[in-house]
Nanobody, 124 residues
Framework: QVQLVESGGGWVQAGGSLRLSCAVS????????MGWFRQAAGKDREFVSA????????IYANSVKGRFTISRDDAENTLYLQMNSLKPEDTGVYYC?????????????????WGQGTQVTVSS
């Protein structure tokens, strides 16, 4: 069983930055395709960014392109999301997910494991 633990969330003013981390443990296969999703109050969970198991391929939601950067450090078993130029509409609970497979996945139901989430609040 894979365990995912997010950290790094918090409160920030618009235009600020945060870096989220997702620590990965457990499981028999060290490498998974990984992704970040977010959920604002009263809304569905939505895709933010994903990286393939090799780390070479990345995809981003249009709303975060040019502002967010996903990366993974497999030596540290950690996934990151660097978030710059934050906007109030980026507010929500951010979740990391792990998916079996070698592709890059932007679909919620393609992920097999989820963390508990970390709150990000961006004030205007």
């Amino acid at each position: 069983q894979v365990q995912l633990v997010e950290s790094g969330g918090g409160w920030v003013q618009a235009g600020g930055s945060l870096r989220l981390s997702c620590a990965v443990s457990g499981g028999t296969d060290r490498r998974y395709a990984m992704g970040w999703f977010r959920q604002a109050a009263g809304k569905d969970r939505e895709f933010v960014s994903a990286v393939g198991w090799s780390g070479a391929s990345h995809i981003y939601a249009n709303s975060v392109k040019g502002r967010f950067t996903i990366s993974r450090d497999d030596a540290e078993n950690t996934l990151y999301l660097q978030m710059n130029s934050l906007k109030p509409e980026d507010t929500g609970v951010y979740y990391c997910g792990a998916a079996h497979g070698v592709a890059v996945y932007d679909g919620l139901y393609e992920y097999d494991f989820w963390g508990q989430g970390t709150q990000v609040t961006v004030s205007s």
